[in-house]
């Protein structure tokens, strides 16, 4: 019985000190508050028109009234105008739209079409690119995708250029004649930076545009927050040698796919 | 029987008497102890100026693991600032003390990182030591007991945000007036949404410590 006692005495002191322990400590609190604002990566595309588009309704006005065809004079080696309106170059927005400044919409991807070219038709391309968002990005990987197809709709040539690395890859080798790839040159170029209206680099060829686009941004085009610039093109159809002229009736599609990149991701 | 029940009586008169008369009888002095309790308190804050980040200018990245959590060191610094992260300490509740760090983490993307450090003074009585970190990540509550590093999905899409390392302060006697240094560090991971407001709360428990 005393036993029993003492081990009931026990036990109610143990369980006790165990209540009191828990009960006994203090406790204090700090708060740390994290309020994490994102940024937001977007390189955004947008045509601002040609300078042959039937009516004129673009945001680049026409070379000449009544839609007649720009030329390129190689003799004087400057733009021209013909006196007819045979040929015609659009361009319009693809995709949805990526993001807004200035209220002007800026999109994934811009394509050009050019119709019924020929020999010497040099119509005019501007589009701009534009870092809409807080983060910059540079150029990742640019290729070129070209198809050329003859007059019957057949593929003779399909390659892919790596601007980077500086190669083709042929799927469809285009044949060593009478391809239209081959009398295409870009002839002249502007460059606007910050589209500001003022043009702040000119030249001839596509080499130096980059160049001068590299001076600008650094080797990878890098845009920073707002940054963007505008490009007026040339692309010239030459006439092509006696033995290989400019083909009649052929397509051309070129697609130039740019991925830009947050900047501290490219290698 | 008779005789005994007749003892019985006068003793019994007897013994009421010796403890009536003895109740009467005895001198009496009284002895007052007067207890005034002044209880001791248990306090902590963020001690001023203390608090550190490393990203005051061009911005650092690291790479990191989400399975299993890690950030791998060391950091490298960038060549933009782009992120920054500002801080304000708080009196929330009118005692004098700074009880609440602040972070504003502005304009951050997939590899940003920062070091946060900050020294936590004991500006009470007792000692006491940090027993327990809770993390919440907006919908839920994470507690840890020793150092740790691990991946947080602040907007509930199944994806981890941030990876969160907190250094070793666990357990660490810090008796009055003494400071104890804290600090932890954070990697946006490249799910983090973009554009978005995303937020978390650590809370840093301090119990009394009786080990002198």
Not at chain 1, 91 to 115: A, L, P, Q, R
Not at chain 1, 152 to 170: E, H, L, N, R
Not at chain 2, 110 to 139: M, Q, R, S
Request: hydrophobic share 40%.
């Amino acid at each position: 019985m005393k036993t029993k006692m003492t081990a009931i005495f026990a036990t109610l002191m143990i369980a006790l000190i165990f209540v009191g322990f828990a009960y006994a400590h203090w406790s204090q609190m700090l708060t740390i508050s994290g309020t994490i604002n994102t940024g937001e990566f977007c390189i955004g595309i947008r045509n601002v028109g040609t300078d042959d588009d039937p009516g004129d309704n673009d945001g680049v006005p026409n070379a000449a009234v009544g839609d007649l065809d720009p030329g390129y004079d190689t003799i004087l080696q400057k733009c021209t105008i013909y006196d007819k309106n045979v040929a015609s170059a659009t361009s319009t927005n693809i995709g949805d739209v990526k993001c807004t400044k200035k209220d002007i919409n800026y999109y994934e991807e811009v394509k050009f079409t050019i119709d019924d070219a020929y020999p010497s038709y040099c119509p005019m391309f501007v589009l701009e690119v534009v870092n809409c968002g807080t983060i910059p990005g540079e150029i990742d990987s640019m290729t070129i995708h070209i198809v050329e197809k003859d007059e019957d709709g057949i593929v003779i040539a399909d390659g892919i250029y790596d601007v980077i690395k500086g190669d083709w890859v042929w799927t469809t080798a285009p044949p060593a004649t009478g391809t239209a790839l081959d009398d295409i040159k870009p002839v002249k170029y502007k460059i606007d930076i910050d589209c500001d209206g003022d043009f702040d680099y000119k030249g001839t060829n596509i080499d130096d545009m980059v160049d001068d686009l590299k001076k600008e941004y650094g080797d990878r085009i890098q845009l920073d927050e707002c940054d963007g610039f505008a490009i007026w093109l040339c692309v010239h159809f030459e006439q092509g040698l006696p033995a290989d002229l400019l083909p009649m009736n052929h397509t051309i599609d070129i697609t130039i796919i740019t991925t830009y990149m947050q900047w501290n991701f490219v290698d | 029987m008779q005789n005994k029940k007749l003892m019985t009586i006068p003793i019994l008169l007897l013994l009421a008497l010796v403890i009536t008369g003895f109740a009467y009888s005895h001198y009496q002095q009284i002895l007052t102890i007067g207890g005034t309790i002044n209880t001791s308190e248990l306090d902590l804050e963020f001690l001023p100026g203390s608090v550190t980040s490393k990203d005051v200018g061009l911005d650092w990245t690291v790479k990191s693991t989400c399975d299993p959590p890690t950030i791998i060191m060391p950091p490298t610094l960038l060549d933009k600032d782009v992120g920054s992260t500002t801080y304000l300490l708080k009196d929330t509740d009118g005692d004098g003390d700074l009880d609440k760090l602040e972070l504003t983490i502005d304009k951050v993307y997939p590899c940003y990182y920062n070091h946060i450090d900050f020294w936590v003074h004991n500006n009470g009585e007792l000692a006491w030591k940090i027993t327990k970190v809770i993390v919440n990540d907006g919908h839920a509550d994470h507690e840890y007991t020793n150092l740790f590093t691990d991946c947080f999905d602040l907007d509930n899409d199944g994806k981890c945000d941030i990876v969160l390392r907190w250094g070793d302060s666990f357990n660490l006697q810090t008796k009055y007036c003494e400071s104890l240094d804290i600090s932890f560090d954070f990697h946006i991971v490249q799910d983090a949404p973009q554009g978005e407001t995303l937020t978390f709360t650590i809370k840093i428990v301090a119990v009394q410590c009786l080990e002198l």
